[in-house]
């Protein structure tokens, strides 16, 4: 379980075809603290550590990525030189700063605008019907592993658009402030939408 509140902006150093695809991170995590099995949110994927640099080494881990996450994630999302953004699992305790995030991609979505209001930028993006009926406005989204707040919706018969505000902190701290028409991300909608419209489905019935 996790927060949308990015920690740490990885690179992968190298990706190796083991049978799954191997990804090697560098991080500025301090590797003593993670545990082999340990889940580490990668751009709002959920991976599991199955090894980490030596302790006082320059710091990295490596997940093993399967050919299902790769082909639901954004395309070209792991490759050598990307840019991730990090977090690791919440403990039990921890502040959230965020909103319930489980690190399952639901969908990638293509940004259409984005453009500067005063010194934070406003970003559009659009998603495929099958998210659509998950967002409203001043809902929460994971963009890349980061919990937003949606600021309009406009909803069409094939495609569905929305924006969200990235302030200063926000473009310094993760990788939403690179972000550029025509890229694609990783969206996870709302845990709590995702039960509200089951509910609403069988109150149908």
């Avoid at 977090?87 to 940004?111: F, P, S």
């Avoid at 495929?128 to 069409?156: C, E, H, M, W, Y």
């Amino acid at each position: 379980m996790f927060t949308g509140i990015i920690s740490d902006i990885g690179t992968i150093d190298r990706v190796e075809q083991l049978g799954d695809t191997r990804v090697v991170i560098t991080t500025a995590y301090d590797t003593a603290s993670i545990d082999l099995g340990a889940s580490i949110a990668c751009s709002g994927v959920c991976l599991t550590v199955v090894d980490k640099s030596a302790p006082g080494a320059p710091g990295w881990f490596a997940v093993d990525v399967s050919g299902e996450t790769i082909a639901c994630t954004a395309q070209g999302q792991w490759t050598k030189g990307r840019r991730l953004n990090l977090e690791r699992a919440m403990k039990l305790g921890d502040e959230l700063g965020g909103h319930i995030v489980t690190g399952h991609v639901d969908g990638v979505a293509a940004i259409v605008s984005v453009r500067a209001e005063g010194d934070s930028k406003r970003i559009g993006f659009r998603v495929g019907t099958q998210i659509a009926p998950f967002l409203a406005p001043k809902g929460s989204v994971t963009v890349d592993g980061v919990s937003l707040t949606v600021n309009r919706v406009s909803d069409a018969d094939a495609a569905t658009e929305f924006t969200v505000n990235i302030i200063p902190h926000t473009q310094a701290m993760t990788t939403l402030g690179t972000l550029d028409e025509g890229q694609p991300v990783n969206i996870e909608i709302d845990v709590l939408a995702r039960y509200l419209r089951r509910m609403e489905h069988y109150r149908g019935q």
